[in-house]
């Protein structure tokens, strides 16, 4: 609050001190009156010329509010009566009003400390309260809701009747009803409401038995919207593949079974497996229970079962699945579908030995950022190979696609998987160069590439130094052996047999002391056998060299070289492929390469 009283105009007497000290009594008096914390001012003037003012402030920290402080500042000069100011500038005051005596003016108040303190702490009371309100409120809301979510999750799996938070409860849904129809069919693409044909009551398809299925299930009010998609998915596949002539399928299709206790096969090693556990040994017990509360489908482990018929794509809806194994069933038909790259938790897919396979690898697999392995062996597949397979540099180490139907270049993204150990992609009909970027799989432990109709000069793959397995057999590759193949320390197996290379046999060969077999048969080398593979001989490493089918090899074979492999215990065996001539040395005898069991030979320049 800031008031301010004005006085009248002085009347100066002659005397300068004088003057002072009847302005600063004026002025006393005047503001006597006033409330605390207020400003009072005083102008004095003579002959019409503004020549001091004077001011005062009541201060409020003092008690009782009566002390007063005031200053009186020259603003103007006088000659007459003596009064001047260093600063001749003459201020704008306001002009002086006569003040009532007997004006109703406020009286200063005793400053009293406890009532601001009386008032901070009500204050602060105030916003306890609100705080306390308000977490009252948060618990009310939290609480409830936690304690739902732990109930849920300790009792879904177990009596298969209860749902997931996240998806619609259908606790009263009656499947005779029409609307509740209609419910399902929204769930369900496009397509596959097609093939169920709802208002066709005498549909064979697989996917409307699956549907008739589904609506006769006297559990189905309790299914969340995921296990209802799940159930259906699971029963069209079992329909389309001829569940019933499955070699087992106990429990497929049972309605008092929950669908994670149907019929899985055991791993190559003998291991139990469970739909869904990603473990292996698990059974549906408390601890599947924890490890997967709203059973959902994590694996398709049918291996070796007589799956036979359709492979449907409704199988694709089962989108938390880990791992998708459907090896050795011949007669199973089909293709992959697009809708695969839904399957973003996929890791493991396994499809070999399923001859009647046909169609092509959907580019969707480029979605999968999770997969580590896929096998689309012994098929009918056909196409080129993605290359949306290198956006999969994460988590992707071993690529078997071989023994196909497919054509096309090899994608030079495939150079970007760093983390790649195996890439075999033999007995196809791919073509063109190796990529260069092929350079850069420096984890690679196996290239095979063997059996196609790829062309251009010999990978330099000299960087790779964990590569143990190099085929690249039957093509028609060109150029010589370069000598950075020395580099290669790991390599074990090194197999270039029936191409067109020319040139000689690489003497840095005899730095590769792992190296077991060597295979360069029906190529143009020409020149002498190094006398560095003998050293390889001697040392037990190397049992198998096959040399035939180079016309222009000339020399003596080193006498090392004659008996290795005959001792079949050190035989190396590649369970993968088939390696032609087996352990020992193989050659033609011819009047410029002799040795061994050849008759002596004669070549140019003697000997």
Known sequence: ????????????????????????????????????????????????????????????????????????????????????????????LAEARPVDEEANLPEAEVYDPSRRRDS????????????????????????????????????????????????????????TQPSVVDQILSLLPVESVKAIDPANSGSTTAQSKAFKWLLGDPSLGTYSNKRIIQRFALATFYHSTEGPRWFRNDNWLNYSSHECNWYMSHDLAGNEQNACCRQRRYTCGENLTIHNP?????????????????????????????????????????????????????????????????GSIPTEVGLLTNLVQINIIYTRVTGSIPSELGLLSSNLTKIFIDSNMMSGAIPSEIGRLTNLQYLQLFGQSLKGEVPTEFGMLTSLTRLALSDNRLTGPLPSLGALSDLTDLHLDG??????????????????????GDNLITGTLASEIGLLFNLQILSVEKNNIGGSIPQELSLLANNGSLVSLSVAGNVNLLGTIPQAMCSMGTNSTTCPQIEWRVISGGCGLTFDCTNLLCGCSCPVCSWPNGQ
Request: proline share 6%; aromatic share 4%; hydrophobic share 40%.
């Open 1 to 92: 609050m800031d008031n301010t009283k004005s006085a009248n105009t002085a009347s100066v007497p002659q005397e300068p001190n004088l003057v002072m000290e009847q302005m600063q009594s004026a002025f006393h008096a005047m503001i006597e009156p006033l409330p605390v914390d207020c400003d009072a001012s005083v102008a004095v003037s003579h002959n019409g010329m503004a020549l001091a003012r004077a001011s005062s402030r009541r201060p409020r920290s003092v008690p009782g509010a009566h002390a007063v402080v005031a200053t009186v500042v020259v603003t103007g000069e006088d000659p007459e009566i003596g009064i001047t100011s260093p600063d001749p500038a003459s201020p704008n």
């Open 120 to 175: 901070r702490k009500e204050n602060l009371m105030f916003t306890c309260k609100v705080m306390a309100l308000g977490i009252l409120v948060l618990l009310a809301i939290t609480v409830p809701t936690v304690l739902l979510r732990r109930t849920h999750d300790s009792t879904e799996y177990k009596d298969a009747s209860s749902t997931d938070t996240t998806t619609t409860t259908n606790t009263n849904m009656d499947p």
């Open 294 to 358: 709203q059973g959902l489908y994590e694996k398709i482990y049918l291996r070796n079962n007589n799956v036979n018929g359709e492979l449907p794509p409704e199988l694709f809806l089962l989108t938390s699945m880990d791992a998708l194994v459907l090896s050795e069933c011949p007669e199973l038909r089909g293709s992959l579908a697009s809708t695969i790259g839904n399957m973003e938790n996929l890791r493991f897919v396994d499809l070999r030995k399923n001859k009647l396979l046909s």
């Open 475 to 496: 093509n028609s590759f060109t150029g010589t052996i370069s000598s950075s193949v020395g580099l290669m320390f790991g390599l074990k197996s090194f197999v270039l």
